[in-house]
T-cell receptor, first 111, second 115 residues
Framework: ELKVEQNPLFLSMQEGKNYTIYCNYS?????LYWYRQDPGKSLESLFV?????AVKQEGRLMASLDTKARLSTLHITAAVHDLSATYFC???????????FGTGTRLQVTL | DSGVTQTPKHLITATGQRVTLRCSPR?????VYWYQQSLDQGLQFLIQ???????AKGNILERFSAQQFPDLHSELNLSSLELGDSALYFC??????????????FGPGTRLTVL
C-alpha cells in the first residue's frame, strides 16, 4: 500500500527567501502530483510528474521527481505572500488511479 | 474554476440522518472520485466510478454508498450519520480510469456538519 509523507508540516518563511518541501513515498508510484489548497477551498492542481528526473516549473514554484529515491520536492523561490497556502503531494499507481495524499505542508509567507 | 461542480456547498444535519451529496464532472471526463478531508484523517480516498461502474474503493464506511448515473454525474449517500462524519467532501474527475496523466480536478467541496 502506498504511503506518502511530507515534511515539514508547517513552514513559516519570509518574503524573498527560498525553501523546499519534501515528499517521500513508500512504494513505486507511477505519478506524483502537487496540489495547492487555500483555507476552506478546493484543491488546485499544480504539477503532474510522470517520470524519473521530471522537473516542472511555474512561476516561483518548481517540482521535481526522483523515482529511485522515491522523493519529490517542491522548491519555492523568492517567496511572496500570495504563496501562503497548504501544499499537498499525492501519488498513485498505474493499477489504481486513486490518489494517496501526504499530510500537507502549511506554508505561511510573512512580510 | 476546475469545471467540477458540487452541491450543496454546506450541509448541517443531525446524528442518525441521511444526506446525499451531488457531483457533476468536467465535460468529457468519465471518472469520478470521492474524497473526505478531516482534521484527524487528512485527505482520504473513498470511492471511484468510471463510466457508471465502480472501479476502486478506499476507506469507505458501509454506511456510505455512491453511484454514477448515465449522464455521468455522481451522488454520495451518507446514512446513520455520526459526529465523526463531519468533514469536507470533495469530488474529483479525470478523463481516464488509469494510465496517462490521470490528472484529477477537484470540485469546490461540500462541508458537512453533523450536530
Amino acid at each position: 500500500e502506498l504511503k506518502v509523507e511530507q515534511n515539514p508540516l508547517f513552514l513559516s518563511m519570509q518574503e524573498g527567501k527560498n525553501y523546499t518541501i519534501y515528499c517521500n513515498y513508500s512504494t513505486t508510484s507511477d505519478r506524483l502530483y502537487w496540489y495547492r489548497q487555500d483555507p476552506g477551498k478546493s484543491l488546485e492542481s499544480l504539477f503532474v510528474l510522470l517520470s524519473n528526473g521530471a522537473v516542472k516549473q511555474e512561476g516561483r514554484l518548481m517540482a521535481s521527481l526522483d523515482t529511485k529515491a522515491r522523493l519529490s520536492t517542491l522548491h519555492i523561490t523568492a517567496a511572496v505572500h500570495d504563496l501562503s497556502a497548504t501544499y499537498f503531494c499525492a501519488g498513485d499507481t498505474g493499477t489504481a488511479s486513486k490518489l494517496t495524499f501526504g499530510t500537507g505542508t502549511r506554508l505561511q509567507v510573512t512580510l | 474554476d476546475s469545471g467540477v461542480t458540487q452541491t450543496p456547498k454546506h450541509l448541517i444535519t443531525a446524528t442518525g440522518q441521511r444526506v446525499t451529496l451531488r457531483c457533476s464532472p468536467r465535460s468529457g471526463d468519465l471518472s469520478v472520485y470521492w474524497y473526505q478531508q478531516s482534521l484527524d484523517q487528512g485527505l482520504q480516498f473513498l470511492i471511484q466510478y468510471y463510466n457508471g461502474e465502480e472501479r476502486a474503493k478506499g476507506n469507505i464506511l458501509e454506511r456510505f454508498s455512491a453511484q454514477q448515473f448515465p449522464d455521468l454525474h455522481s451522488e454520495l449517500n451518507l446514512s446513520s450519520l455520526e459526529l465523526g462524519d463531519s468533514a469536507l467532501y470533495f469530488c474529483a474527475s479525470s478523463a481516464a480510469s488509469a494510465g496517462g496523466r490521470n490528472e484529477q480536478f477537484f470540485g469546490p467541496g461540500t462541508r458537512l456538519t453533523v450536530l
